[in-house]
């Protein structure tokens, strides 16, 4: 078990190293250095002065050298200008320059600054994620039981007619991706031409105080897309398990069908949707851009979607990292989780 | 200003359709009438659920075939004063109305909606179809020797999987990255696959026969080359590799990437698929034998092991459709790719979505169009895969 955890961290660091170099060679591509340079010194500079500006920068070292940089493993660049006044990576505004610290980097906890917010990347991430985390949370509360409660009712009586409708609604919520059910959602419950008006169509002032009006259409916007296939896993899981020897023979000793499914069934058919939830992660943080976005949310999906729209270079590196993490961290834990809940898994 | 009822608007609705109605029965007609000879297609009449999605899938597939004859306006036409009307409105001259209204320009959200298919139906299948070539290629050696390989391309499709969709579109379809020539660069790489595929398939079957092979291999580098050369080659980007005499396919360089970072997403995921199927079936005793025959390993790996895996790769391409068409919208969501003014769904929802409390049509229409053909897609999957598992 031991060796297994540590092979698996191992190749997840790999995995986060790969990716998080990916995006760094991306984001920092010749065109989206340019961009940055006229965005922060004039946009009427000539091709010399770009140059000059990123080489005064450290734009202008090899990629890797600046991976490092970031990554907190390689020392900070530093300059000196004609009139002896040395700027660098890890130097502060005001700072004297002897003082200063020669790594600077994510491994330092120092994450960058970002050019459209104006502000600490490390800390707009840790604010946006608190408002994220707040919007799964609600998320996890409404997908995962109704998911599991769709699921088993439809598995338990295979080819019924509850069966053959809930079955129906899974297929038709996996169909509709968060932008089309966001829309309807919206159109239905809170737009003046239907005119119920339940609910509101943003979730702007939810960031403030959140109140069932203004939450509950986003969050029923991610978990609807969920629901379908979760739904879809248990009952697959469930009717496998319904077909079992040790099912039929509690049946055949008079076990009551209420106690079968509570007490032999469930426990056993909850064990592949486990896995499948956790796996959902990475999705919700799909759904929880294009969510956010659309209902106007500024949770981390929409600062995603403003720092790539922007190319803020930081910002955009800091949230990759984060989304990166969670969903190798899912991976792993589902994996573990797998194995602690089925006894029968042996890794060699 | 004067007003079209309900009723008015439905008839005109079904009428404009009338091309796809027609073909429509004849399909089901034909189909029907032979479904016993049809093999695993004609078993899908069998099922309701099957039915009803093939019949949805079908009904776009005509409308995008059908389009230019189905639209009532151009699509890019306005008339200003139907900007944002609802459905049945008529202009204040009186010479004419949109069907669905008219979006935040005064375009008809109608026509819109009837030649955004086309986009869908004209990118999705074809980038599923190049992922599958790509994931089968990788998965079939992968999964059938394992070993260093088996890791090292595993380790590359976790890579990919575990990057988020979108961070990955926003990276890939941003105007600076096509400056870069990045995606043209995908494009030889990814498109390359399908020749690969298509050569090895023809060589592991006919190498008894090099007179046969010799021409099928030749024609196949020759057209298909061709086609590959003029599909990544642009002149005046970076990879100008034909000359433009001979470029005949001229892709516009945003329909690429929004091609290539599709089929990108969506190799691994049936890499993945197809290194499963393959783990379980080359354990079979006809592997056991084709292998004692001497067979190829690559003859075993196309001939033995991929026809007995069709059954789950063909539902899975049905739904793999779908998740592409799902993908298609979210890059229109979010503004990637294609021109603001293509009229695809996924740009005509996030067009609308700003004026959806007093005009919420321009968003409505194309959301329920997508729904429609995605659900379609899935009952699809459905039914081909209750058939395929009767037998």
Redesign the interface.
Known sequence: MLNFLLRRIF?MI??AL??TFI?FY??N????LE?VAKSEAGSRISDEEVASWLDKNGYAQPVLVRYGEWLGVMPGWTNTADSGEVSGRCIAKGEDPATASRFCGVLQGYWGFSTVFKEDVAGIIGTRLGLTGILMFWVMVLMVPSALIIGVLAGMREGTKLDRSLSTFS??T????E??SG??L??VF????VGLKWFK?TATSAMDSITFENFFLPVLTIALYGIGYIARMTRASMTEVMTAQYIRTARLKGVSFKNVVMKHALRNALIAPFTVIMLQF?WL??GV??VE??FNYKGFGWT??SA??N?DIQL?LG??VV??VV??VT?LISDVGYVFLNPRIRIS | MQEHGWGTIIATFFTQFWPVWLALIITYALSITYKRRLGLYGKLFDSTIGMIGFGIVMFWVFTALFADMIVTHDTLSQISQLKNKLPGTIAPDGSSWYILGGDHLGRDVFSRMVLGSRVVIQIAPLATVFAFMVGITLGLPAGYYGGKLDTFLSFLANLILAFPVILLFYLLVTPEMVKTGLPQYMAVVLFLFPLIFLTVLLNSRYYVRPNLRNILIAGVVLIGGWAYLALVSEPGTRVALLPKAMDFIALPGNILIVFVSVVFVNAPTVYRIIRGIVLDIKTRDYVAAAQTRGEGPWYIMLWEILPNARGPLIVDFCLRIGYTTILLGTLGFFGLGLSPESPDWGSTINAGRKLMSIAPHPAIVPALALMSLVLGLNLLADGLREESLRD
């Open positions: 190749t790999l995995t790969c990716l995006v991306l984001t591509l010749p065109p989206n961009k297929i038709a996996t169909a509709t991706p932008y089309v829309v309807i919206i159109v809170s737009s003046s031409l169509g990475p943080l799909n851009v294009i976005t659309l995603l979607v790539a729209g190319n955009l949230c990759s989304a990166v969903v190798l991976q």
